[in-house]
């Protein structure tokens, strides 16, 4: 199914997704499944001409500890894991995912809500493919990153070929997509979203700010400042877009939002809810979307 996407793209680079599920170490079931799913990926790796995975994200394990406002975002590179919310996500899945009968998942939030880092875990758990429409679009364009492509070409000409991945991965199943922040600004992005099950990762700026400050905002270019702060421009730039994009998001059939989750699991702090935590509470709120 990826090599017919990247054909349709015209790319022959493997964009499968590196495993991030932790790998509970009591846990025969769940070590065997993600295990069987790596080297089913390996294998298509090897059907398409391998260049680059399409993360440098790691596959252990994934924890945020109850971090200060000014701890980095690495504190996800932690080796620590949850066994008990892994099985508590991976129950959710297996409940979850025949109702959705194949339907694509697309994960859209503002810069840095964790649309990739939860839609890895989430196509780990559905046994889905995940794509991150960013990638996509660098490879369709030579490789470039969105960086360059604004430099070079422009916003609208990135749109475009945001609207084009968009279109392609429409006609898909079995993939959770994360989606670029601004993908929702277009109507037409939509029509092919709403072929899927869209998910609007809900963030308070001020924590999206703390974490795209940690990680630097160099690989997002609506981001860029030259002087000042740079948690006071970055929150500046994206209280900007937010005010343009808010009733956009609306659009999305389901949304998870951190402050509930935060408060759901007595959290003061946004910062507290881990990502294997913010899966679940997607899977949770995809099922009330389907019952209904
Ligand atoms: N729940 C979380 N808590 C803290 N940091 C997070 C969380 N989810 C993601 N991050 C970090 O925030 C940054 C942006 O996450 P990412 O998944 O790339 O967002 P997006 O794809 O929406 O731009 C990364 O450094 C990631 O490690
Ligand atoms: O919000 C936006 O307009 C953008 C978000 C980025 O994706 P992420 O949301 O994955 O950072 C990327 O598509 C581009 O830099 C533009």
């Known amino acids: 199914m990826e090599a017919k996407l990247l054909q349709s793209l015209h790319l022959t680079t493997w964009t499968g997704s590196d495993s991030v599920f932790p790998k509970p170490n009591n846990s025969m079931g769940l070590s065997t499944r993600f295990e069987r799913k790596r080297r089913v990926n390996m294998l ?9 995975p399409v993360t440098g994200r790691r596959a252990s394990g994934l924890k945020v500890s109850c971090a200060s406002q000014n701890s980095p975002a690495s504190v996800l590179e932690s080796e620590t894991f949850t066994t008990e919310e892994d099985l508590v996500l991976k129950k959710k899945s297996e409940e979850i995912e025949p109702c959705l009968s194949g339907r694509c998942i697309y994960l859209v939030g503002m810069m840095g809500s964790g649309k990739t ?3 890895q875990i989430l196509a780990e758990v559905l046994g889905y493919s995940f794509f991150d429409s960013d990638k996509l679009i660098e490879l369709s364009v030579g490789g470039t990153t969105v960086a360059d492509i604004f430099k070079l070409h422009g916003e609208a000409f990135f749109r475009d070929n945001e609207t084009e991945v968009l279109h392609k991965l429409s006609t898909m199943h079995r993939l959770v997509i ?4 601004g993908a929702v600004v277009r109507p037409i992005n939509w029509k092919y979203m709403h072929k899927g099950i869209s998910v609007f990762i ?23 400042h030259e002087s000042g702060d740079a948690y006071t421009q970055t929150l500046k730039k994206l209280s900007k877009l937010w005010e343009v994009r808010s009733e956009a998001y609306s659009n999305a059939q389901v949304r998870v939002s951190l402050e509930r989750i935060a408060a759901k699991l007595g959290h003061g702090d946004v910062c507290c809810v881990n990502p294997t935590q913010i899966a679940i509470e997607a899977l949770i709120q995809i099922e009330d979307y389907l019952k209904k």
Not at 178 to 181: C, D, E, L, Q, R
Not at 202 to 224: C, F, I, K, M, Y
């Open 44 to 52: 298509k790796c090897n059907l398409v001409q391998t260049v680059k």
């Open 117 to 119: 880092t939860i839609g």
């Open 178 to 181: 994360s989606t670029g922040g």
């Open 202 to 224: 809900d963030v308070p700026l001020d924590a999206l700010a703390q974490r795209l400050t940690a990680v630097g905002t160099a690989s997002r270019p609506l981001l860029h």
